[in-house]
């Protein structure tokens, strides 16, 4: 190797200890210049098949590796209030709430406890527990149909489908297996008491409609534990993936609240060794009472939750009995039992009002709706206990909870290697005015593919869900990616004062052909 240093000048012995120093400095910024050659070269992980699937950055599962970019929470811009809790059947305890779609109808369960201010604590024949059914086409304007099914103080001019002990955590979901019944089209599980036990019990309801229901009897359909409690909403739903059933449900766990995962073929019986605890990986216990957890529908290959936290220690002067304040928080899942709680910050506060920092405040609904092309809608308990308690929206991007972002200054990222399906490339973004995203596509060992170097790629600027990707220095090929599926590619993503929530190649019949 040539260093460009003469004889002469190391003629001297001062002057060779200087030619000597500068070696040894030329060979170590040669070392830290073929420094990320080598790491380039090196034998890369097996490759990931996404296929055609939508990815999001609810974790680093993707990512290979980062450079002054992080993952970074987004929290819900709060909205209007949706309902307020002032019919004599509901009161000021609503609480487990539920919402979904069918077939462009939105629906809402939730808890009533007919103005009871002890919620599930204390119920009478005059205060009772309900359960309530509201409904929408836009998922901010909610009517409750008068069902005319049960009978309260005398009329059945109501909005409820069930009356009794198993309207405490009355938790329903649309049955999506194909092989299920028309009678079984909606199932749910409720907390409840088998005559001559205490301990609660997961209780199967089944209904062909979603608001007349029949009870799978007098029975647990999770085996009987010690530490099950059951007494929260525990969720269940037909998982497409694994083509079974899956519940999260409540446990403890010593003495904190904790959630297991369970699975069934038939909804009715769920074997003992499909069960197991939540793993939250390394880091603090909390108390976490609800976890509002379901696929992700745009990407159901990612599990999403929203736990209420429940810190009870923390208690305003008066509580008395009702101890504690609560938030929310953001967790996500690539199987359903390993959970990613990096965040450990509040998804959700309870903000200015002071009537939300008491407690059982906050809990977010089971359940996103999309209500815009562009927006996702969650809903969330507010003022509990009080005669103003109500239900109110947050509004959400489209995939919007968790994005990769750099500020100002720069950043980049890497992912993983991995083969897709489809030849166009979309992506979730936004910048600020000033900002931009680059784009590189790499071969699996990290090099640039020709013609897909980051130098050809002009920057994006703008605020976009659905942007297609087209390499512009290279009209030729336009947006069409289809020469490069199914082989092992890395892709880089260089942020300036930008987001980037999501990605996805699909099959696009316009596109432009290599």
Known sequence: MKTGLSTRMLSSP??????????????????????????????????????????????????DRMDGARLKLHSPVRAEKVLVFDKPWEGPTCGFFTVLEDNG?????????????LGNDRHTD????????????????????NLGLVEFRGSKDNNIMWMG??????????????????SERYKATAAGIIPGRKQYALIGFTSPDGLRWTKLGDRSIIPDETSNAFDS??????????????????????????????????????????????????????????NAARPYAR?????????????PHRTLPGQGMNAGIN????????????????????????????????????????????????????????NYRQETAHLRRGVLRLDGMVSVNAGYSGGEFVTKPFRYQGDTLVLNFETSAAGSLRLELQDERGHPIPGYELETFPPLWGDRIDHVVAWTANPRWGTSLQKLQGIPIRLRVVLRDADLYSFQFRKSESATKP
């Open 126 to 145: 005059q205060t009772p527990m309900t359960v309530c059914y509201a409904e929408s086409r836009d998922g901010v304007n909610w009517t409750r149909p």
């Open 233 to 290: 909403q525990n969720v269940s739903f037909w998982d497409q993936r694994r083509g079974s059933y899956v519940t999260f449900y409540r446990a403890q766990k010593g003495g904190t609240r904790w959630t297991k995962f369970a699975e069934s073929k038939d909804f009715a019986s769920w074997p003992a060794e499909s069960i197991a605890w939540f793993d939250y990986g390394d880091v603090p216990m909390e108390q976490l009472y609800t």
């Open 299 to 311: 990407a159901p290959h990612l599990y999403v939750g929203f736990p209420n936290r429940y810190e």
């Open 14 to 63: 001062a002057a060779a200890t200087r030619g000597r120093a500068s070696g040894v400095a030329l060979l170590f910024a040669t070392l830290a210049t073929l420094a990320p050659l080598a790491a380039a070269t090196a034998a890369p992980a097996p490759p990931v098949d996404i296929g055609s699937r939508l990815e999001l950055f609810v974790d680093d599962a993707l990512i």
């Open 165 to 182: 002990q198993e309207a405490l955590a009355f938790a329903p979901f649309l049955d999506t297996n194909p092989a299920t019944p028309p």
């Open 327 to 382: 938030d929310a928080v953001f967790m996500s899942s690539r199987d359903g039992v390993h959970w990613d709680r990096r965040f450990l910050e509040a998804f959700l506060r309870p903000g200015r009002d002071p009537k939300n920092w008491t407690d059982r405040n906050n809990y977010i609904a089971a359940g996103l709706l999309q209500t815009a092309p562009d927006e996702l809608s969650l809903y969330f308990s507010q």
């Open 105 to 117: 109808l939105f629906r809402l369960y939730y808890r009533g406890s007919a103005n009871n201010p």
